[in-house]
């Protein structure tokens, strides 16, 4: 079993800046697929990010140039960079993995098995 623990939300001003963690504990997979999420109130769980252990990386068009992914495979751990927030960054950010050789195309919408709890990120 894989635990996910995510963390470094926050309230934010519109331009500000914020970094998230994820946090694996548990059973290690060598091939994977992670990814970020994140879900605003009466909004639909939108794919923010991924990506994979051949360090492979995918963004959302809604966050292209804006937010950075990455990973500290000794740390276990993939990070978000969010930079020039704007008000419609606002949502829970959820951190989820599933062994995969590769994201692929479908990265948005594959199933991932493992699931954080979440990080509220706020932008005012």
């Known amino acids: 079993h894989v635990q996910l623990v995510e963390s470094g939300g926050g309230s934010v001003q519109a331009g500000d800046s914020l970094r998230l963690a994820c946090t694996t504990s548990?059973?290690?997979?060598?091939?994977?697929?992670m990814v970020w999420f994140r879900q605003a109130p009466g909004k639909e769980r939108e794919a923010v990010a991924a990506?994979?252990?051949?360090?492979?990386?995918t963004y959302a068009n809604s966050v292209k140039d804006r937010f950075t992914i990455s990973q500290d495979k000794a740390k276990r751990t993939m990070y978000l960079q969010m930079n020039s927030l704007k008000s419609e960054d606002g949502a829970m950010y959820y951190c989820?993995?599933?062994?995969?050789?590769?994201?692929?195309?479908?990265?948005?919408?594959?199933?991932?098995?493992?699931w954080g709890q979440g990080t509220q990120v706020t932008v005012s």
């Open positions: 990506i994979d252990s051949d360090d492979e990386k």
């Open positions: 548990g059973y290690m997979l060598w091939n994977y697929c």
């Open positions: 989820a993995i599933e062994r995969a050789t590769a994201c692929g195309k479908y990265w948005a919408t594959n199933p991932y098995g493992y």
